[in-house]
């Protein structure tokens, strides 16, 4: 019995994957958007961020910026910013301080655990077989994904 359930499991499988062969490339691409942005989001939650902590990040690896420089690299609001820094502040993600240079300005850093929590997310990013570690050739696939995002 156990054998024939099993062979009725494949056999459901198979015709799922004839259905969704028959998809157009538009709703292919919809889906695999919200199931790996789910699966990304599950792994940014158990390491206590959040995409918008995670671009942050990725900005401040290059060195430390201001608030509202770091806003404007990250494409949100002054006020979407200074909640997500505070989120990466009390994960012990980042930190604030002032500039060396002008000590009226406050500069945001990213701390060791940052920089470790960002190259784990960038890992796992790459190389999860439930994320886009299941694509073939990753850096072609990245260049066309943002080909179609930067059409004009």
Known sequence: MAQKEGHDVAGAAD????DIRS???GRLLSMAARLVEGRFHDFLEAHGLTHAG????HHLAEGPLAQRELARLSRVTDQTMSRTIEHLRRAGYV?????????????????PAGAEVLAHAREEERGSDRLLGAVD????????????????
């Open 54 to 57: 995670l671009i942050a990040l």
């Open 137 to 152: 050739e990753y850096d072609s696939f990245r260049e066309q994904l943002i080909r179609l995002i930067t059409i004009v």
């Open 23 to 25: 998809w157009p490339t």
């Open 15 to 18: 015709a799922v994957r004839a």
């Open 95 to 111: 930190g604030k301080g002032p500039d060396e240079h002008d000590r009226r300005r406050v500069l945001v850093r990213i701390t």
